[in-house]
């Protein structure tokens, strides 16, 4: 029988006891009853005093002294109802505890409960159901519809459905394709579709989510030691408060009654109801918090260092531009290029890929192709021959055309990667990529200083202008950059030795900095990683926002966990000396206790909610989603903007005639059309989220600035195009400054628009 289950048990033993011995007490001899009472209290006393003992030997003092003294003092002076009831308020507090930490441990339990114990393996034509630790890598297995993805591995069939709202927080459903990973303890929110494993069971995510959720659960609260600190100077101190009232009046029931109600269940109770309400609150979020530790200096911290690539920027190559040469289009470029690269293992050839699928186009065989190590590679495509590669093994030893040097400038200050292309011998064009700052960075970064952080430093091992270009539209107090693992625990002890101090990452390079900070924050639902597992915190979601939420969930645990220690101490200071002062009764304060007891759990749990109040409901996700989606087909306009305001430094005439009437065509067929959609549709919804109502008016001032650029250059097109107007420099370079003016605003004006509707939908 499990410890609560005795608990229980002992609870309605008492209450029983307590029932029968009022019930004859009052139809019968009250002897008899007086019986009952002393029956039922003992076996609360032996247990609690075997408690005592045990918690001696380990060199602990805690709470359940007063507790033993007023049930033995109340036996000892032929006061068995107020025994009893002092047993049922003890063993009923044990109970509620119980209680209110299972309900706070709701969502952790939820983990290991729904993890997959059963998987569909097929071997041929026959599909069999075998337990998931029988799985071997590289197994095929069928995920039926509605069932949980039972081990790590990669997608046999395309377009997947899947529902990671329980494993990362993330309320949509997630299409996969084919060839793309799937992790474990995700819902399959479509079709059955077949799976080939990649990993054993015991080393999948869910199986390392749920190890770090158990470890969660057994944690002891640093609180809890804090607890049994106040019960080392109450205990002293209910002892001069009762045999000062007993020698006042001479009154030993007197004493009874104070020891009674300095019971100190508040101090038992609420330090580890809000601590497990907090983890469990984290955990819905998304955050997985190993234990109290972590919990009590997250909502102290001073400085975050942050590592730089896949936790302050997505991780890994990300086309940003495409430069090309004049009369060739983005789109040519990029199709050409990654109909070639299907044909190439290199890593940047995927991301090519994907761009151009991303972007709907028809990708052709590539066929002769030859490829050179570290330099690039030549094929046929569609006839024409295409090679991609360095400047040097595209451009050859011949001065690179003017389009070229801008292309290699701008590769420069952002610190990208180029990727030149050639078609039939000419140069066509370059694709730049870099690994791109996350969305929700400059607004986590603000929100961790309005949680308390005063320091944010960045510490990665990337080249200083790298690091830098990221670090300059960043509030960042410092850059460490070209640190090695070694040097990176250096600058965290040396942060370390002034202030409490959290980290990070999300790679295996940093799981030594994140476990030499006295906070490790693991960055991402990958689980079995080296940095989840020295990390005292995991982000199960990538999102770096949910480093400042737990930093919020952890400052409002903490406070509750004071308040309800020192209000229900506060509280039981009160009764003791009424209780003194012969205003309770031994029974009367033992009621009164109880309540005090109730009151201090109920506020405890309210470490389970978020605290902020809402005034209204959060937006639908899915409005966020159809809101980004609709920013990156604008931001294929906004390219191929960018494009001709590069065109029209060199471009006079009637070249420059159609680039000014194209982009005019762009900005009022594209842009406007989308800026008024947005007055139309998404600002209603975002006034509904009443507390974002206030940003509105800057996101409609900026609507107005658009439009009336568009307005401008609208006129600027139409004076161009007339026969009578000379097509001077001057007119090109107004329109020019238009063009960039337009696409820059507008690129701006999105991702604020963005940050709103993901506060709103999140409710925050």
């Known amino acids: 029988m499990s410890a609560a289950a005795i608990r229980t048990v002992l609870f309605l033993f008492a209450v029983s006891a307590l029932a029968a011995g009022a019930g004859v007490s009052w139809f019968g001899d009250a002897q008899i009853g007086r019986l009952f009472w002393f029956g039922g209290t003992i076996p609360i006393a032996i247990l609690l005093l075997v408690s005592i003992i045990r918690d001696l030997w380990k060199g602990q003092f805690g709470v359940d002294v007063i507790a033993l003294l007023s049930m033995g003092g109340a036996l000892a002076l032929d006061q068995p109802l107020a025994a009893i009831v002092i047993a049922v308020m003890y063993a009923g507090g044990a109970v509620l505890e119980d209680f209110a930490v299972s309900r706070a441990q709701r969502s952790l339990k939820g983990l290991v409960d729904r993890a997959p114990r059963v998987a569909h393996r097929r071997l041929g034509d026959t599909i069999t159901d075998v337990g998931v630790e029988e799985v071997a890598i590289g197994d095929v297995l069928i995920v039926r519809a509605g069932e949980i993805t039972p081990i790590d591995g990669i997608a046999l069939d395309s377009k997947i459905l899947l529902d990671e709202s329980a494993l990362t927080g993330e309320s949509l459903p997630l299409v996969r394709q084919a060839g793309e990973a799937v992790r474990s303890g995700a819902i399959n929110a479509g079709d059955a579709f077949e799976m080939q494993t990649t990993a054993l069971a015991r080393d999948s995510t869910y199986a390392a989510i749920v190890k770090l959720a158990v470890s969660a659960q057994h944690a002891k609260a640093p609180f809890i030691r804090m607890a049994d600190r106040y019960a080392a100077a109450l205990t002293p101190l209910t002892l001069f408060v009762a045999g000062g009232a007993w020698l006042w009046s001479q009154d030993p029931l007197r004493a009874l009654a104070v020891l009674v109600v300095a019971t100190p269940c508040p101090l038992i109770l609420a330090a580890p109801v809000a601590f497990v309400a907090g983890v469990a609150r984290a955990a819905r979020r998304g955050v997985l918090v190993k234990g109290g530790g972590p919990l009590e200096v997250l909502a102290k911290v001073h400085t975050v260092l942050f590592d730089k690539t896949g936790t302050l920027t997505v991780g890994g190559a990300r086309l940003t531009a495409i430069e090309t040469a004049p009369a060739k289009t983005a789109d040519e470029i990029l199709r050409l290029t990654a109909s070639l690269e299907q044909a190439s293992a290199h890593s940047v050839a995927a991301t090519i890929v994907n761009a151009a699928r991303e972007r709907d186009l028809v990708l052709s065989p590539p066929r002769d192709v030859r490829e050179q190590v570290g330099s690039g590679l030549e094929g046929v495509i569609d006839g024409r021959i295409v090679r991609a590669g360095s400047s040097t093994f595209v451009l050859g030893a011949a001065p690179p055309p003017p389009w070229a040097v801008r292309a290699q400038r701008r590769a420069s200050w952002r610190s990208a990667l180029s990727v030149f292309v050639s078609i039939d011998g000419a140069p066509a064009g370059a694709l730049l990529f870099a690994d791109e700052m996350r969305r929700e960075t400059p607004r986590a970064l603000d929100l961790l200083r309005a949680a308390g952080v005063r320091r944010i430093v960045m510490a990665t091992g990337d080249r200083a202008e790298t690091a830098e270009t990221i670090a300059a539209a960043l509030n960042i107090d410092a850059v460490l950059a070209e640190r090695t693992p070694d040097e990176k625990v250096a600058a965290v002890i040396l942060e370390r030795e002034q202030n409490l101090t959290m980290m990070v990452g999300d790679g295996v390079n940093d799981a030594p900095a994140l476990a030499a900070a006295h906070v490790g924050v693991a960055l991402g639902a990958r689980g079995a990683s080296a940095s989840s597992e020295a990390a005292d915190v995991v982000i199960l979601v990538e999102r770096l926002d949910r480093v400042a939420e737990a930093i919020a969930i952890a400052q409002r645990t903490r406070r509750i966990a004071r308040q309800s220690i020192i209000v229900g101490m506060g509280l039981s200071?009160?009764?003791?000396?009424?209780?003194?002062?012969?205003?309770?009764?031994?029974?009367?304060?033992?009621?009164?206790?109880?309540?005090?007891?109730?009151?201090?759990?109920?506020?405890?749990?309210?470490?389970?909610?978020?605290?902020?109040?809402?005034?209204?409901?959060?937006?639908?996700?899915?409005?966020?989603?159809?809101?980004?989606?609709?920013?990156?087909?604008?931001?294929?306009?906004?390219?191929?903007?960018?494009?001709?305001?590069?065109?029209?430094?060199?471009?006079?005439?009637?070249?420059?005639?159609?680039?000014?009437?194209?982009?005019?065509?762009?900005?009022?067929?594209?842009?406007?059309?989308?800026?008024?959609?947005?007055?139309?549709?998404?600002?209603?919804n975002l006034v509904k989220a009443e507390s974002f109502s206030y940003g509105l008016a800057a996101m409609g001032r900026s609507h107005r600035e658009i439009l009336h650029l568009a307005r401008l250059l609208s006129l600027v097109s139409r004076d161009i195009s007339e026969p009578e107007t000379e097509v001077d420099a001057f007119l090109i370079r107004d329109a020019q400054r238009l063009i960039e003016a337009i696409e820059s605003l507008v690129r701006l004006h999105s991702a604020q628009e963005e940050d709103l509707y993901d506060l709103a939908t999140e409710g925050i």
């Open 573 to 684: 200071g009160v009764a003791m000396a009424a209780a003194a002062l012969g205003f309770l009764s031994p029974v009367a304060g033992a009621i009164g206790q109880e309540l005090i007891d109730v009151a201090v759990i109920l506020n405890a749990l309210r470490a389970l909610g978020s605290g902020a109040p809402r005034a209204a409901k959060p937006l639908d996700g899915g409005g966020a989603a159809r809101l980004h989606s609709e920013h990156e087909k604008l931001g294929r306009s906004l390219d191929r903007l960018r494009s001709i305001a590069d065109a029209l430094d060199d471009a006079a005439g009637a070249t420059a005639q159609d680039l000014i009437g194209e982009a005019d065509a762009i900005v009022s067929n594209a842009i406007v059309i989308h800026e008024r959609k947005d007055e139309s549709e998404v600002y209603p």
